[in-house]
């Protein structure tokens, strides 16, 4: 189930999957301390159905850095991203490749997301280890941190790497589920989030807890994208546990490795309040455009409508679920806002925006109120 492969041919060379290891004999749900490749290590051969990996990006910072007005920027100087060399560095990179590539799956993949500063030399070695790249995703900020010394373009994106085993190796791709969350487009390869704010950043004490904590919104879509619910998602570089909390919320079995206490601590709080989504909601679909353009998936991705909310039309004819792809499930028909509210009406078309409602403590909405507080969050 959504595999994407070319050909028959192609299929028929995949190599056969090995017996699957027992979930029992992995760490599922827990925070492996110390040196991550040595955490790994410590792990079973092929056990692991995905790798999210967000390694330090050696940023190479040289002093402080300061906005126009003197004021400190909060920016990565922390001793986990800082190599002698740009030797030392790849060799960082290689050892935890090689034991991402032991523990993965046949048919499982690797996430890796980075800057400029080292996603090509991760490509290279990743490259170099016979992981195949299916896609580099653009993950484009809405709200970037300025240049502030005004030396250069402002950097306003991050690259994820998302590979194979290898050029013939299966994979998982759920592709109706991505068509489904982009409003019946297909998903492309540059993403529009904003950087992790509001009540989402963990802080304390008036001041973030890891700096470069990454928005729920982008693990959602990676992982509904490329796993199914029970797989075993690995994330060799933890942090806060971004990777764990939208995992759990998903149904996704998880294990982490991080070697800094109060990011282990942060984390372990974070996924305790995390609530998973019911079977229903969890649910997604399988095998005329209005302004301004937004899917309804954005909203689903970003927690504003969260899967399990039932929607209804104004006059209350029909209710329907909310599902974790931005489906709806009304009895047993389910579709698009669109393709939903459609077949209900047996109309030739539907404007899903004005057409379903949700409650707001107590007032009735169109969905495409919320529609405009996600575009004004994201101007922010």
């Known amino acids: ?184 487009l297909q998903m492309r390869s540059d993403w529009l989030f904003p950087i992790c704010a509001g009540a989402e950043r963990l802080k304390e004490g008036g001041h973030k807890v890891h700096p470069t904590q990454k928005p729920e919104a982008l693990l959602y879509r990676v992982l509904l994208a490329t796993t199914e619910r029970g797989d075993v998602v690995l994330d060799p570089f933890f942090g806060t546990g971004t990777t764990g909390a939208v995992a759990k919320r998903l149904g996704r079995e998880w294990i982490g490795c991080e070697r800094e206490n109060v990011y282990r601590d942060a984390a372990l709080k974070r996924i305790e309040k995390e609530l998973p989504l019911d079977e229903s909601a969890l649910t997604t679909m399988q095998a005329g455009r209005t302004a301004p353009k937004v899917a309804f998936g954005a909203l689903v991705e970003a927690g504003m409508l969260k899967p399990g909310t039932q929607l209804f039309d104004k006059k209350r004819r029909w209710t329907a679920t909310v599902r974790a792809d931005g489906s709806l499930e009304c009895g047993k028909q389910s579709g698009s806002i669109h393709g939903l509210g459609k077949d209900l009406q047996g109309a030739p078309s539907c404007n899903g925006w004005t057409f379903w409602h949700y409650e707001n403590g107590g007032e009735i909405k169109p969905i495409d109120a919320a529609r405009q507080l996600y575009l004004l969050a994201a101007e922010e």
């Open 1 to 184: 189930m959504g595999v994407v492969e070319t050909t028959t041919k192609q299929r028929a060379r995949a190599k056969a999957k090995p017996v699957a290891v027992p979930k029992e004999l992995l760490p599922l749900g827990r925070i492996l301390g110390g040196d991550c490749v040595a955490a790994m290590r410590g792990l079973p051969d092929a056990s692991v159905d995905l790798v999210f990996a967000d390694p330090p990006y050696n940023l190479q910072l040289g002093g402080d850095l300061n906005r126009p007005d003197g004021s400190h920027v909060d920016a990565v100087t922390d001793e986990w991203d800082r190599f002698d060399s740009f030797t030392s560095y790849d060799d960082f990179t290689r050892a935890w490749l090689t034991e991402a590539k032991r523990v993965l799956k046949p048919d499982g993949a690797l996430w890796v997301i980075g800057s400029y500063h080292n996603i090509y030399r991760v490509g290279a070695i990743l490259q170099d280890l016979g992981f195949w790249i299916l896609n580099d995703i653009v993950w484009r900020k809405t709200n970037p941190m300025p240049n502030f010394r005004g030396t250069r373009f402002t950097n306003a994106h991050e690259t994820l790497l998302w590979c194979s085993q290898g050029e013939k190796a299966r994979y998982q791709f759920n592709y109706r589920a991505m068509k489904t969350l982009n409003d019946e």
